[in-house]
């Protein structure tokens, strides 16, 4: 099934849910941990939960947002794809650059923490559920409220606020930008959401990994 418009209801009442998932539920449980991962954890399942709950009520069904019940492992199938495809692009730029003096896998490079359960922890926070979460509200949800003003305007738009919270130390977050551009090409292209959720997951964790080979 093509996902369809979202409206600027669903938009509006999405972005208070994760505003107010943030900075009121976040807080009242991070006095219940001593590590940031599993409040981040909680937190992200929670706005993945009010998301879904929020597009089945207005939109009336998850194949709003490109998540139809019946295309779940065909959308993971063709997420694998484009994960394959960017995976050799990425891996021949690399190769490139380093002929030519250029690490790139320093700006890819994530320290990972020491305790064994606590990488688990880490893996599945950052390259599962923090991912998934991203892609509903950022692809799902906001790509295509401004898909009703045309591809470029959507993907642009999209990727820029999928962007500006990653914006740390003044630094341009390159990898942010190549993946909010790929994200939405692939999902306008296959209109199902489990495939930039797919490429989404594998590229965290092959970032991650970058750690593990450090």
Not at 164 to 169: D, I, K, Y
Request: proline letters at 5%; aromatic letters at 10%; a positive charge.
């Amino acid at each position: 099934m093509e996902a369809k418009k979202i409206t600027l209801k669903t938009v509006a009442i999405s972005i208070a849910a994760v505003l107010m998932t943030e900075v009121l539920f976040r807080p009242a449980i991070a006095a219940l941990f001593v590590s940031p991962l599993p409040v981040i954890g909680i937190t992200r399942m929670a706005e993945i939960i009010l998301l879904i709950l929020i597009v089945v009520q207005l939109e009336k069904s998850t194949g709003a947002i490109g998540l139809t019940p019946g295309e779940m492992f065909s959308g993971f199938k063709k997420g694998l794809i484009w994960s394959a495809c960017f995976g050799i692009a990425a891996i021949v730029l690399f190769v490139l650059l380093y002929l030519a003096g250029i690490n790139a896998l320093r700006m890819l490079y994530s320290p990972l923490p020491h305790p064994k359960l606590i990488v688990l922890l880490y893996l599945l926070v950052g390259g599962v559920i923090g991912p998934f979460a991203e892609e509903i509200f950022f692809r799902g949800i906001l790509y295509r409220f401004f898909r009703q003003w045309g591809v470029y305007t959507a993907v642009a738009l999209s990727t820029l606020l999928f962007v500006l919270p990653h914006l740390t130390g003044g630094n341009l977050p390159f990898t942010q930008i190549v993946g909010g551009v790929v994200f939405a090409i692939a999902y306008e292209r296959e209109q199902s959401l489990l495939v930039p959720i797919t490429i989404h997951c594998l590229g965290n964790l092959a970032i991650f990994s970058t750690g593990l080979l450090a």
